[in-house]
């Protein structure tokens, strides 16, 4: 495959349904931190040239490890409030030549030891959606909190995707039946669950995609990169994940990681 792709971590968040000591990305997990498991996956994803593991700017628990066995890494602490600023925030760091807006045919590319990426159409300058550019970088953004991601299920997404016109997400069919609540623990009705789905992280989208619709939309509704995408009128493409892929969110997540994890190494 020609076209590079790299892999960005949002690992910024604070984990408060975790209520841990610490953040939850740090918290120990089959004897490293979940974080690690992370990481490891993603470099044995031989599709991946670099990993970008995006931390809050006032992070005190990464240097307490020892990261030198990543070669492909590269931190950057410019996490923000949300997730969806995060993630935009380590796009314009990795890509600081990275141009939004409307091209200035007056003005050149400037010069980039990385890629030079200008985003083609704006879509607040243009309405419509934004078209990708062929040959720009695919990015797979995938939340720290999901160490146990196999590496082979993101060669796969690679695979499928890799010629799609939008990109997409790692998703699953929903499989139980859905309640909508009223008054608190009430059920108001069920909600038929035909065409819904769950989403997961890798996440994969050009990067003058992603990042035109993050720079255009960041707000609390932008729970994960499809949707800002969405908002701008695409309709990204349902990889099918797995249960094993899961976010660790509650204490229960963690010993369900670990089980996972020590299934795995068997
Ligand atoms: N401002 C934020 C918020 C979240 N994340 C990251 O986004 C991923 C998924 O988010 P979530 O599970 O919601 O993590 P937290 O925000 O840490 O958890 P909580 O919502 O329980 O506080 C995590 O890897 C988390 O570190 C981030 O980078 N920056
Ligand atoms: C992106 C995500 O993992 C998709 O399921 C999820 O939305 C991120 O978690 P959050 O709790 O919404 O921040």
């Known amino acids: 495959m ?51 593991v995006v931390l809050a700017p006032d992070d005190r628990e990464w240097d307490h490890y020892d990261w030198s066995g990543f070669h492909r890494l590269t931190v950057l602490r410019v996490g923000g409030e949300t997730r969806a600023a995060t993630v935009r925030n380590g796009l314009r760091a ?15 590319p400037r010069p980039s030891e990385r890629i030079a990426v200008r985003l083609a159409v704006q879509c607040d300058a243009t309405p419509g959606p934004l078209r990708p550019t062929a040959g720009a970088p695919w990015v797979l953004v995938h939340d720290a909190a999901r160490p146990c991601l196999d590496p082979a299920l993101v060669s796969a997404m690679i695979a499928t995707l890799r010629h799609d016109a939008v990109g ?23 909600h038929p669950r035909d065409g819904l789905w769950q989403a997961q992280t890798p996440q994969m989208f050009r990067l003058d995609v992603l990042a035109g619709a993050l720079e255009a939309t960041l707000g609390p509704e932008i729970t994960d990169e499809a ?9 990204p493409a349902l990889v099918h994940g797995s ?8 204490p229960q997540d963690l010993q369900l990681a670990e089980l996972i994890l020590a299934a795995r190494a068997r």
């Open 94 to 108: 990795l890509w600081p030549d990275y141009l939004p807006g409307e091209p200035d045919a007056a003005v050149p």
């Open 243 to 250: 249960p094993w892929n899961l976010k660790v969110t509650y």
């Open 227 to 235: 949707s800002a995408l969405e908002r701008l009128g695409l309709s």
């Open 168 to 190: 997409g997400i790692l998703a699953l069919p929903v499989a139980d039946t859905l309640k909508a609540a009223a008054h608190g623990t009430r059920i108001a009705h069920t």
């Open 2 to 52: 020609s076209d590079t792709c790299v892999a960005l971590l949002p690992a910024a968040g604070s984990g408060s349904r975790m209520a841990a000591q610490q953040p939850k990305q740090y918290l120990p997990l089959a004897g490293r931190p979940l974080i690690w498991h992370t990481l490891q996956a993603l470099h044995a994803v031989p599709e991946l040239s670099r990993i970008a």
